[in-house]
């Protein structure tokens, strides 16, 4: 920092409120997104012995004078640096991945209404806002590879790959998807296949009642892993409503970043590979985590140090919650959290 006496001239009015204040022992809130900035004026205020006097002055004024010359300079030398703000870099960001609110907020430090207000100009992902649906019933799993649910949905614009099976974990959310030329039995095991060397085995698979998923040499190779099929009421598709859900979710995806990501969307599979790229490692949920890290990511347990058998997922240890029961207004518990939403 400068040594002597120093005069600081701002068209800021806030920055010179600001540094008036700072120059006083405060406190200043470390949720606030300029607290490190703050933090830093006000330990070389402190470290300062020569005076030191900040005013401000009107912008863009054409008043002569050394003060209106001098601002007028620091504004022609700060234009290139203001000129990428992180709002900025968000839209850009949103513009080639189309990534969620919650991602941008916290990936570019930026409040979520503003995050929200990017999403919403997109004029991709605006025509493919999810319609809000209670909550329903659906059984979900109590751990990563516990309960996944699988489906085949159709991309006409894939071509000969239009058939693209698409697996979701019901409590990590990681999506797996393959595209292939038919919705055979040879095709769902290898999609099956696939899924197992990324993610890990499930303990149970839940499908429709399609003649591949009915056929006997399906139900041989999932008895080949020890996995357990379930499968839903004919004509109902309630009972696949995570799955189902997630074909729309991929579908839009694929659609939003059509033509964005350059020549690293030519084939169908690239396409398809950019879109769970961006649903699994970079959009990130309420609580922090994006899919693949709330997947991968278990608490420590007991057993952590021993090894497990690869056909049988380890379910992690719990934290202890009370909960209050609405009909008789009292407190119930301790249970088990089985997962944060």
């Keep these: 920092m400068v040594e002597g006496p120093l005069n600081i001239v701002s068209d800021s009015l806030y920055v010179v409120n600001a540094v008036k204040r700072l120059g006083s022992p405060s406190l200043i809130s470390k ?16 470290r300062r012995s020569d005076p030191i006097f900040i005013t401000h002055i009107r912008a863009h004024t054409s ?8 601002n007028a300079l620091a504004d022609q030398h ?15 960001y949103h513009k080639l991945w189309h990534v969620n609110s919650k991602t941008l907020s916290m990936r570019f430090n930026i409040p979520i209404r503003k995050a929200k207000s990017i999403v919403q100009n997109c ?7 999810p319609v809000t649906m209670p909550t329903g019933a659906n059984p979900r799993g109590l751990y990563p590879c516990h309960i ?26 990681v999506v797996m998807a393959t595209a292939a030329a038919k919705e055979s039995t040879s095709h769902v095991m290898q999609h099956m296949l696939q899924c197992f060397a990324s993610w890990g085995i499930s303990n149970i698979i839940k499908t429709d009642n399609g003649p591949a998923y009915t056929s006997k040499a399906f139900a041989e190779f999932l008895a080949t892993f020890h ?23 991929l579908k839009n995806f694929v659609l939003k970043q059509k033509g964005g990501i350059g020549a690293l969307s ?8 950019l879109a769970l790229l961006t649903i699994n490692f970079l959009n990130k949920k309420a609580d922090g985590l994006t899919l693949a890290e709330r997947h991968v990511i278990l608490e420590q347990t007991p057993n952590s140090n021993k090894p497990h058998e690869p056909t049988e997922a380890q379910p992690p240890i719990r934290k202890m919650i009370m909960w209050k029961d609405p009909q008789d207004n009292k407190w119930k518990g301790p249970y088990p959290l089985i997962r944060r939403v």
């Excluded at 006409?156 to 099976?165: E, I, Q, R």
């Excluded at 099929?229 to 859900?245: F, S």
């Excluded at 030519?266 to 590979?273: A, E, F, G, V």
């Design 31 to 46: 949720s606030s997104t300029v607290f490190p900035y703050f933090e830093l004026v006000q330990h070389a205020l402190f």
């Design 63 to 70: 008043l002569p004078g050394p003060l209106t010359a001098g």
């Design 78 to 92: 700060s234009r290139f640096l203001l000129a990428c703000t992180a709002m900025e870099q968000a839209t850009a």
């Design 123 to 129: 004029e991709k992902c605006v025509i493919h806002q």
């Design 148 to 173: 996944w649910q699988m489906d085949v949905t159709h991309i006409p614009a894939f071509g000969k790959l239009s058939c693209v099976h698409v697996t979701v974990d019901t409590y990590s959310g």
């Design 227 to 249: 996995i357990s099929h379930l499968t839903g009421i004919p004509y109902n598709p309630t009972g696949q409503a995570v799955v189902e859900r997630t074909n729309l979710y």
């Design 266 to 273: 030519r084939s169908p599979k690239d396409i398809l590979n």
